[in-house]
Nanobody, 128 residues
Framework: QVQLVESGGGLVQAGGSLRLSCAAS????????MGWFRQAPGKEREFVAT????????YYADSVKGRFTISRDNAKNTVYLQMNSLKPEDTAVYFC?????????????????????WGQGTQVTVSS
């Protein structure tokens, strides 16, 4: 069982930056593929970024590539999402998720069904 708690959301102007954090409980954090997803009002939850267990391989949605960076610190049981050059269309609730190694791709896990545990989400609002 893994519990995930996101933090770091807030209100920022277009062009600004935010860093989201996701703290995980348990001693097996390094065994999970981690991902970030987001859900805007009236829209389905969508993939943002994923990182493999050791943290040396990442993959991004085209909409955030070059602006967002996912990273993890296995010693701190934490995954991060650095968001730069934010746009109003980035406004959404952001969720982190953990997936077991056997649940799908180890390097490009983009589907919601490939993740086993989810946080409660943190709101990011980008004003124009």
């Amino acid at each position: 069982q893994v519990q995930l708690v996101e933090s770091g959301g807030g209100l920022v102007q277009a062009g600004g930056s935010l860093r989201l954090s996701c703290a995980a409980s348990g001693r097996t954090f390094s065994s999970y593929v981690m991902g970030w997803f987001r859900q805007a009002p009236g829209k389905e939850r969508e993939f943002v970024a994923t990182i493999n267990r050791s943290g040396d391989n990442t993959y991004y949605a085209d909409s955030v590539k070059g602006r967002f960076t996912i990273s993890r610190d296995n010693a701190k049981n934490t995954v991060y999402l650095q968001m730069n050059s934010l746009k109003p269309e980035d406004t959404a609730v952001y969720f982190c998720a953990a997936g077991s190694a056997s649940g799908g791709s180890l390097y490009r896990r983009t589907r919601l069904s490939e993740y086993d545990y989810w946080g409660q989400g943190t709101q990011v609002t980008v004003s124009s």
